[in-house]
């Protein structure tokens, strides 16, 4: 039996004011092994690791328990005290007397039964502690490399801030520019700066930065690997422009005698068969959407293979793959808009054309969208008079729409409202709201001088839209008045909410990332690891974590670079130790823990197995591999045989613990 | 039956013409109205093998023995599944066995049948009628319908004919099970049962459980190369193993409701367990409670899933969050 050293913490009167530590340091002493056991006010402190440091010397400990907080905040310290100590750093045990006993037990009427269940965890720990065994780091090489999917804001930024930083950045959009939705919208709340004048010369940074290779219209079709070494396949979708001889001249987009309706403009305008999406597009070369093509739709045109004077035009391309590889992958998939016309009824279903979104009317106001810039109803072109707002369409609706708040949606119909006001004299604006939320600096100030401008805002939902003659009826409730509003307005926007970006499943699936029971991706901590995954290796930016403003994602994406330059400026990677390993005499190949494994970390492999007296035989067998796995256990519950342990969690040292508690 | 027992002869002559190693059959037994396995190992052990409704036992563990043979097996409609257990598990290479099929009219239960015919009369022929099996012996014909005389398992049968076979010999076997007949129906009843009459009837079920470990050794779905149970942990750590091999009523629960979980999702439902058990614990009665248990809750299992217990999907059930 190894020689076990106890140190009960006081954590001040954390854990001192309520439970009697001097008393459990004694009792602990009479613990099996246990050849030393003290207490101290704050173990973690400067003195209080020397007093570990010094008793491992003196009492020639070879395991250390430390009962005081959690785990989360502290083991790690303790490990390194160990380290310093010369002892293995996994020969250390955590009792938690904080959170597991004096912060929930604060009671004096208990004070007895708390002083027991602190003497138990403390006995737990001991018996886990003595069952410990030496557990070795390993090292992985890494890539210096970085995948960023989407090429939004979000991946703009995080790729140019990860290139800025000497690293080799892939950035992969499916769409043929990068841009993503900041580059639809118009001006930017609450400074009103242009969107496109501040997007698109990152933009251009991306195209011409020597360490971004950019894939737009392409999409990343799988990944494996893990952590500083991933593998991931890149499908580039076929262009039927050979974009290294196209000089962007622009006379096949402006040639093309097909028109269809702009998807960039969200249906508002119309671009041909062979375009780019908006002017300022990265990379400013077209792509021709075959699906509408003439060439391709009745078998003859070809305009722009003969216009073209670089002989670009390829109708033959056939999509092609690159695979790669990466050390990190940093997702930026985005949001999508809320798909309104399919649950609300009582704004028409998306039968009234006056009815539009808060991103058409974007587009409506933007100078290079399809009106130019001029606020018109969509039916007759004619200039608004009256245009009622509607907000928390889709969010805030635990019923028909999504739960949460989609956060910018107050922003930019008060910004709408202020463009309305300012663009078209004499008009009048209603905003139905249930809520009005400015929570960003600068937001409330912006909020009050629409106000002041003349919005009126009505607390209220409404109940119906409904044509009558050239108008649109708008049927409310006024809560605060406790009234019925009724509104001849002559346009109606939509604040429609952010839901996770069409594909956002599919790409949760192919990295094995966990979705959030809205789609968002999960991050591994809501609050003090908000860019990082539960995977290794991968990290959020942006709206696929969940909705946010510009100046929220772009902070983000600039945090999911740090943490991919500190992970890639690295030689090596330390690995884990705490993870699954597979005992092969006992495996019997079953597989059964692969399909439970949400790392993927688990593959078959071939072995010879040689028994006595038998020849040689060959089996399958399970191997982890100690990259992926992220030591959850499940493998573990899911092996019959037992053949799985988990290293730091083993079957012995749990029954141990459980032994201590209940016998 | 004769039939049958002379095309499996053929079968088995012909495939040991075609370089098999061994043939995994039945023989009849030493004592009447019996049927044990039979292994041929050469061509002339072939005229032995026979098939007749004694012949109740699940061949296919017995292939996990010859993994480097090439080996054929004899299998009725409830033993198939279990050679694609062993398969799927990856405890069998299906490469290298011969999968042959036999229709099955169900099997008799003996005692029932030794009781029916006369006492120093030998059987010299059966016959299958459909709804009687006929047997002709030294002192006459009887008929014994199958209503009476079938084992219960055979009576809540619905996959007499083999499925997934390499070879299917003879015709189509018409179906045995009783329609209309409850497979739960043991299972509700128990189940219904308040929990002290309920812990009282499996208590004295298992507290007659020797651990001869027989159920274990001719299950299909208990494949494991070293079972848990038999798991021994060195040195000073001996207290702290998960599973103790004592013959005591606690632990032989323990034994049972652990064997009962690993094979949820992966029992055939060949009742083999039951038929081995020498104190006749209706160790069934467990893994049909699962099977029912699993089938309400996940549904029928899809077949490319191993196990519907062995599945994680990020869209699953999470009723803990």
């Known amino acids: 039996m190894p020689r076990i050293g106890v140190f009960v913490c006081w954590c001040g009167s954390n854990i001192g004011g309520v439970l009697d530590c001097p008393a459990i340091a004694q009792e602990a002493a009479s613990f099996p092994g246990v050849v030393y056991s003290t207490e101290y006010k704050y173990v973690c402190s400067d003195p209080g690791q020397k007093l570990i440091v010094d008793a491992v010397k003196e009492h020639r400990l070879e395991r250390v328990v430390v009962a005081s907080c959690s785990p989360r905040l502290h083991e790690e310290t303790f490990r390194q005290v160990l380290r310093r100590s010369g002892l293995n750093p996994y020969f250390f045990e955590m009792a938690n007397l904080r959170e597991h006993c004096s912060w929930v037990h604060p009671d004096t009427t208990v004070r007895e039964q708390a002083q027991r269940k602190a003497v138990d965890l403390v006995r737990r720990a001991v018996a886990k502690a003595a069952r410990l065994e030496p557990l070795f780091p390993g090292k992985i090489p890494v890539v210096r490399r970085c995948l960023v999917i989407g090429g939004g804001i979000a991946g703009i930024q995080t790729a140019l801030d990860v290139a800025d930083a000497g690293l080799e950045v892939l950035l992969v959009e499916r769409e043929p520019t990068i841009g993503g939705n900041m580059v639809k919208l118009d001006k930017t709340f609450p400074t009103l700066d242009c969107s496109a004048c501040i997007s698109t010369p990152k933009m251009v940074a991306v195209a011409q930065h020597p360490n971004i290779r950019l894939y737009t219209y392409a999409q990343v079709e799988e990944v494996t690997g893990y952590i500083g070494n991933f593998k991931a396949r890149i499908r580039q979708k076929a262009r039927y422009v050979d974009h290294s001889k196209c000089n962007g001249c622009g006379t096949c987009w402006t040639r093309c005698p097909v028109t269809v309706p702009d998807d960039f403009n969200l249906g508002l305008g119309e671009r041909g068969a062979i375009y780019i999406p908006f002017p300022q597009a990265v990379p400013n070369k077209p792509v021709i959407d075959l699906e509408h093509c003439r060439r391709s739709t009745r078998g003859k045109c070809g305009a722009c293979a003969k216009l073209c004077p670089t002989g670009a035009i390829d109708y033959e391309q056939k999509d092609e793959f690159v695979d790669v590889e990466v050390g990190a992958i940093i997702v930026a998939t985005g949001y999508g808009l809320f798909p309104w016309e399919k649950v609300y009824g009582e704004y028409g279903y998306g039968r009234f054309r006056d009815v539009i979104t808060g991103l058409m009317f974007e587009r409506m106001v933007n100078a290079s969208g399809p009106t130019g810039g001029k606020i018109q109803r969509p039916s007759s072109g004619k200039e608004p008079k009256t245009v009622v707002f509607i907000q928390c369409v889709g969010s805030r609706d635990e019923a028909r729409g999504k739960e949460y708040c989609s956060r910018f949606c107050c922003m930019y119909t008060a910004k709408h409202a202020h463009q309305i006001l300012e663009k078209i004299p004499g008009s009048e604006v209603y905003v139905f709201y249930i809520d009005v939320r400015t929570f960003g600096k600068g937001y409330e100030e912006f909020y009050r001088r629409v106000r002041d401008e003349g919005a009126v805002y009505i607390r209220g939902r409404v109940s119906k839209v409904y044509q009558d003659g050239s108008k649109l009826i708008v049927r409310g409730a006024d809560t605060l008045l406790g009234e019925q509003v009724e509104i001849a307005a002559d346009m109606v926007v939509l604040a429609t909410g952010a839901v996770p970006a069409a594909g956002a499943a599919d790409v949760a699936r192919m990295i094995g990332i966990p979705q959030d029971k809205d789609g968002f991706f999960q991050e591994a901590h809501p609050k003090l690891r908000p860019v990082e995954t539960h995977t290794g290796g991968v990290y959020l930016a942006g709206t696929c974590q969940g909705p946010k403003d510009i100046p929220d994602t772009v902070s983000q994406a600039s945090g999911a670079a740090a943490k991919v330059c500190g992970l890639l400026l690295r030689d090596e990677l330390e690995t884990n130790p705490l993870v699954s390993k597979v005992n092969e005499a006992l495996c019997t190949g079953c597989l059964a823990c692969q399909p439970v494994c949400p790392y993927r970390a688990i593959q078959p492999v071939t072995i010879t197995e040689r028994l006595p007296g038998q020849p040689p035989r060959e089996r399958v067998v399970a191997r982890v591999n100690e990259g992926l796995c992220q030591g959850c256990g499940a493998c573990t519950v899911a092996c019959r045989a037992g053949a799985i342990d988990l290293k730091g969690f083993t079957n012995k040292q749990l029954i141990a613990e459980v032994d201590a508690l209940c016998l | ?321």
């Not at chain 2, 039939?3 to 039945?26: C, D, H, K, P």
């Not at chain 2, 257990?85 to 049948?113: S, Y």
Request: aromatic share 8%; proline share 7%; net charge neutral.
């Open chain 2, 1 to 321: 039956m004769k039939e049958i027992t002379e095309m499996l002869q053929q079968v088995a002559a012909r495939l040991f013409n075609e370089g098999l190693e061994m043939f995994i059959g039945y023989e009849s037994g030493s004592v009447p109205a019996k049927a044990r396995p039979y292994f041929a190992a050469v061509q002339g052990e072939t005229a032995a093998l026979v098939f007749n409704p004694f012949c109740e036992h699940n061949l296919a563990k017995y292939l996990v023995r010859f993994p480097n043979a090439k080996t054929a097996v004899v299998v009725k409609g409830c033993d198939a599944g279990a050679v694609e257990r062993l398969v799927k598990e990856r405890n069998l290479d299906r490469t290298r066995i011969t999968v042959i099929g036999v229709p099955c009219g169900g099997m008799l239960a003996r005692e029932r049948v030794l009781a029916e015919l006369p006492q120093d009369g030998k059987i010299t022929a059966i016959t299958d009628r459909r709804d009687a099996f006929v047997f002709q012996t030294s002192k006459g014909e009887h008929v014994l319908e199958k209503k009476a005389f079938l084992l219960a398992k055979c009576l809540i049968c619905t996959q007499n004919n083999p499925t997934g076979v390499d070879l299917m010999l003879g015709k189509e076997a018409p179906p045995v099970g009783e329609t209309g007949k409850d497979p739960y129906a043991r299972v509700k009843e128990i189940s219904a049962l308040d929990p002290p009459a309920r812990a009282a009837f499996w208590d004295r079920l298992m507290d007659r459980c020797l651990r001869c470990y027989a159920c274990r050794e001719v299950c299909p779905a208990c494949s494991c190369t070293e079972c848990c149970f038999e798991q021994a942990v060195p040195g000073w750590q001996q207290g702290a193993i998960w599973l103790s091999k004592a013959v005591t009523l606690p632990d032989n629960l323990h034994y049972h409701v652990i064997r009962a979980f690993h094979v949820a999702g992966r029992c055939t439902g060949c009742g083999e367990c039951e038929r081995v058990c020498p104190v006749r614990i209706p160790l069934m009665l467990l893994n049909r409670k699962l099977a029912g248990d699993i089938d309400e809750l996940y549904g029928p299992t899809p077949p490319d899933v191993p196990s519907v217990l062995c599945t994680y999907a990020t869209g699953d059930r999470d009723e803990f969050t």
